[in-house]
């Protein structure tokens, strides 16, 4: 193999054709991680074993003709998605040593349809960061500068694929989580419509805003994942039972004629100038595909990010109280009593990040407070809910930056949460109103990576899917390889 | 000064699902420590509630046979709070907008007059786990099978004024849920218990008291017992010059007393907030009105139709209706014998006592309705009397079998031979030659020592009707 990183669909076709195995490649992701991840810190969990025996299974199905376009291929999850027998920490002290009895939903759909799985990646604490500075298993480094950081929370599954550790991982994106990171690693990031994929088995940060995602090289890549992974689980009540399409055949449809909406205030203060260039590029490559650009209106885009960050608080500070030393994971020595046992485990067990949130979600859940806080954030989070739906009235698709500025310095915000926070301004509004959003590189500046941003009506996750492989098909942006120019 | 009683009560009743509100795991009572604690029943991390929809249709019914409104759009929250017990720190409740809004049902007080009390609510949410702290070694040890029960709370308005009205208000509603299958009741096992908010106040001052609240309680009896306790020493702080201050507190069976077990102060800030995890539970018009349909006959209703139908007492009646159960087995036997007091006296009479006697449910009666019915009609039909008749039911109960068979095999028919009877008549005549002379000397009374001693000589069999015809005949000769 002389090409570092190989997309799904080309391996797929390696496989069908016997030009290699699933063990052999696994074999070669497994010496990649162990070659570069002492530096890159992407995987919290790397399973050999189990790796190894799935790939020999795939290789028997491949064998036997009974392989479907997934078999065989390695991939990691983020460590949020519970997986049986094997650590799920989700970046945290406190589950260091869980083990779950059972496997998420998107672990069981992805091993079903015969990926392998080469273990779990490093990840913000509880998928709390942008920056993957909170994991408990240190900082996750961007493979284009190991200065910066990755983005977060999925900055393990960003990294690891960037760098051609594995050619997809799994994400969840509550606030820009997967497309975040996938902008400053480079890469390609899903988020489908909240409800399209199974949330059963994904440590819940925020159950109304978290959604499985998906971090791969190219959207047709993921087009493939998705199609495994999307659709009703009867053990989520807020999955959805919306048919899944072909999501593979709608990626070549036209994008001539169609309507792209650009929100104006994506472009006021805080966009890098360069990136701002890039993004404009892009649309011209759309243009130049026939397809027409319009400055559309967020009005209350600047009330995203305080909202987002008075309700996913809110249900994380609930979501995380079972982690009270009484039935799984962390409990403190030396407590006294029942309540030294509740603050001991949750003090030792808990990160900085972790508990700023429990607090600022617990003040704004609290008698006296509610109406201010709480409830005035969903009604904003209705307004920009309803600033969208506007805007689909007249655009077929919403684009513009992922993320304000490329890859920062790691240490350079961790200190600073409100700066910290304002790198989600242009992912947080997209989980508000529960649409399916992608990131793909559009550019570099400065020799980092640029994120396009792509955001559709509820459902429309092939649209989008399509947008983005048309993109993918004239410019070579996904093809960057850190350090390396074109793959 | 004349104080005035001001009550409301929470009741929880188990709703009688055979899986959990939010899980397949099974709510059967009784079961080894955590054997039926899921992972969701855990609060494993990444498991979610999946509602049980049985629970919904139950909730539904209720709210029908109540004359509430029964929301077409309610919303399970979060209410959380930190216990062992509880696996999540949170307990799916309602609050904002429960599924069951207002009703009322009407009790009977003691001067026989009805008294309607409003309700003001019903919701849906799960119950808790239990602590143990017996044989635990100084540890609590957390058992999880009831955690995620489905419970349905009951609301009333503060509108009983005693203990007896609280008691009576819960025995209806007792009633109500057992008639229309939703909960089973089972006081011991904590299938039904409540909560009782207890205040006073000078009589015709308009402004409630100060309540407290007393926890938990899961008897008829001990509900009475713990309000009068309360009410009492409300009374006699206030009139030594103290306050009432709120708080919740438990009842002491044992040592018979109130005490404090936390001050509102002390009391937590729930932080409810609608669940994320679960969807609003939107009920359309052909579910409601599949729920209305699947409402069976209700207490009141049918104590009138009783009345009417069967022309008995009010009395009569209301321990017929008092269960469902009971009311079927009487329906069932009066069908069979066309005799509605005859069944009723029998259902209400031998019956119950023998139930009680042995602490059964009459759903498992070791007599059922058929048989019941089996050996009036050997009353009708005069084959015994109605005192063997109490023999047969005895000999029924105790060893089984049919009416039929137990006559035959004990030889207990009645004997209506009038050849038989009247030589046993002419052989109790020849023995007590006294008590003839009075008879005939006008003592009327007489007659009945004879009438007993006859029906002794045949072992109860002789038919008594034709033994005073003979006997009067063959004294007045």
Redesign the interface.
Known sequence: MTRQRQTIAELSRLFQSGAVSSRELTEASLKRIAEHDSELNSFINVTQEEARVAADTADKLLASGKAGPLTGVPMAHKDI??TRNIT?T?GSRM?EN?V???D?TVVARLAEAGMVSVGKTNMDEFAMGSSNETSYFGAVKNPWDQERSPGGSSGGSAAAVAAGLVPMATGTDTGGSVRQPAALCGITGFKPTYGRIS??????Y???LDQAGVLGLTAEDVALVMQAIAGFD?????CSAEPVPDYVAGLEASVSGKTIGVPKEYFEAGLDAGYAEAVHSALDVYQQMGADIREVSLPNLSLAVPAYYVVSP??A??N?????G????HRAEGMTD?ESL?KLTRKEGFGDEVKRRIMTG?YV???GY?DAY?LKAQKVRQLISNDMARCFEDVDILAGPTTPTPAFRIGEKVDDPIQMYLNDIYTVSVNLAGLPGVSIPCGLVDGLPAGLQLVGPHFAEQNVLNFAHLFQKETDWHLRVPGEGVS | MQWETVIGLEIHAQLATHSKIFSGASTAYGAEPNTQACLVSLGYPGVLPVLNREVVVMAARFGMAIGANVSQRSVFARKNYFYPDLPKGYQISQLELPIVEGGHIDIVLEDGTEKRINLTRAHLEEDAGKSMHENMEGQTGIDLNRAGTPLLEIVSEPELSSAKEAVAYMRRIHQLVRYIGISDGNMQEGSFRCDANVSVRPVAQAELGTRAELKNLNSFRFIEKAINLEVERQIELIEDGGKVVQETRLYDSDRDETRSMRSKEEANDYRYFPDPDLLPVVLDDEFLQAARESLPELPQAKAQRFMSEYSLKAADVELLTAARATADYFEAVTAEIDDPKMAANWVSGELSAALNRDNLEIEVSKIDAASLAGLLKRIQDNTISGKIAKDVFAAMWEEGGDADSIIDSKGLKQITDTGALETIVDQVIADNPDQVEQFRAGKEKVLGFLVGQIMKASQGKANPGQVNQILRTKLST
């Open positions: 998605f519970c799920t989700c589950l869980f779950s009895p059972y998420a949330r059963f088995g994904m440590i819940a925020a159950s109304s009867a053990r989520d009540s807020t809110a249900e500070s609930s995380l109280s079972r982690f009270d009484i039935r799984f994971g029942l509740y617990t859940l609290s008698a509610y709480y």
